[in-house]
């Protein structure tokens, strides 16, 4: 019964270093997402899949990368870390391509610092 | 582009007292709109959703948000607070992404604070 694994939990990155962080669902879920959650304001959308094979942009995409080549995962990559990208990431699925039709379940998230 | 605006970062009140936390969206269609609640250190977790229908929506843990197309408003209530209820809350519409598959929108969330 794990639902959305993220992982790490926490990293510290330095300025231009690469990372990848991991997402994980076992709930056979369609729609992944993630989203970067900053003091005031909210959650915004990075990147999002509505299937294997099929990935579009949210509201804030720049400096991420993603891939959805199995339904189970769907990593979201740091290309070159700045401080801006400083932030709580979550991620999120849902068992419908529409996401309105289901709730979102989110994991529990992954704090990144970059200095 | 749908969007939410989430009046007042922080609201305090009583325990006991009405919670009133205030939503309104900007959307060209019937939109379908969300409240979430975020504990700390959790991810979000699905309070009520208002998609057709009934516009007064029951959810969990008492609360409850009426949508209101003349106001534009989806506010969230509840009667009586609990220590519980401290959270952060955020409200949320559906949108059209540009491969035609829709994705939420959330707003910038508020901070409930019950005092004893």
């Known amino acids: 019964n794990a639902g959305v694994t993220q992982t790490p939990k926490f990293q510290v990155l330095k300025t231009g270093q690469s990372m990848t962080l991991q997402c994980a669902q076992d709930m056979n879920h369609e729609y992944m997402s993630w989203y970067r959650q900053d003091p005031g304001m909210g959650l915004r959308l990075i990147h999002y899949?509505?299937?294997?094979?099929?990935?579009d942009q949210g509201e804030v995409p720049n400096g991420y990368n993603v891939s959805r080549s199995t339904t189970e995962d769907f990593p979201l990559r740091l290309l070159s870390a700045a401080p801006s990208q400083t932030s709580v990431y979550f991620c999120?699925?849902?068992?419908?391509?529409?996401?309105?039709?289901?709730?979102?379940?989110f994991g529990n998230g992954t704090r990144l610092t970059v200095t | 582009a749908q969007s939410v605006t989430q009046l007042g970062s922080h609201v305090s009140v009583s325990e006991g007292a009405l919670v009133l936390l205030r939503c309104n969206y900007s959307?060209?269609?019937?939109?379908?709109l969300f409240w979430y609640v975020q504990y700390p250190n959790q991810g979000l977790q699905l309070l009520l959703k208002y998609t057709t229908g009934a516009t007064l929506v029951k959810g969990i843990n008492g609360f409850e948000a009426e949508f209101k197309k003349s106001e534009t408003s989806f506010h969230l209530t509840k009667p009586s607070a609990h220590m519980s209820d401290a959270a952060e809350y955020f409200c949320a519409v559906s949108d059209l992404g540009d491969t035609g598959f829709q994705k939420l929108v959330f707003g910038t969330g508020t901070r409930l604070l019950v005092s004893p």
């Open positions: 999120a699925s849902s068992p419908d391509r529409s996401s309105y039709n289901s709730p979102l379940h």
């Open positions: 899949s509505v299937g294997a094979g099929i990935t």
């Open positions: 959307s060209s269609v019937p939109p379908y």
